[in-house]
Nanobody, 121 residues
Framework: QVQLVESGGGLVQTGGSLRLSCAAS????????MGWDRQAPGKQRELVATITRSGSTDYADSVKGRFTISRDNAKNTVTLQMNDLQPEDTAVYYCNAGALKVVTNTRSTSWGQGTQVTVSS
């Protein structure tokens, strides 16, 4: 099982910035794609950004140009730099990671516990 630990959420004013980080751990696994989802109160969870092991990225239209996802393959960490934050970005942000269990060649996806991001107007 892969464990994900997130950090970096908090309260920020409109136009401000926050940086979320997530570290994956678990022996016998190779981490593949990593990313971030978010869920606002009363809304469905939505994909925010993903990054492959080779560094290819994809973003939700609502965050393009404001958010940047990056990763460190050696440390199995993923970071989401969020700039020009808006009240509609308020949500719980969840880190996710795909993993390949080397011994059995089976794939799985894990999620972190979530970190709150609140943007005040």
């Amino acid at each position: 099982q892969v464990q994900l630990v997130e950090s970096g959420g908090g309260l920020v004013q409109t136009g401000g910035s926050l940086r979320l980080s997530c570290a994956a751990s678990g022996s016998g696994f190779a981490i593949t794609a990593m990313g971030w989802d978010r869920q606002a109160p009363g809304k469905q969870r939505e994909l925010v950004a993903t990054i492959t092991r080779s560094g290819s990225t994809d973003y939700a239209d609502s965050v393009k140009g404001r958010f940047t996802i990056s990763r460190d393959n050696a440390k199995n960490t993923v970071t989401l730099q969020m700039n020009d934050l808006q009240p509609e970005d308020t949500a719980v942000y969840y880190c996710n990671a795909g993993a390949l269990k080397v011994v059995t060649n089976t794939r799985s996806t894990s999620w972190g516990q979530g970190t709150q991001v609140t943007v005040s107007s």
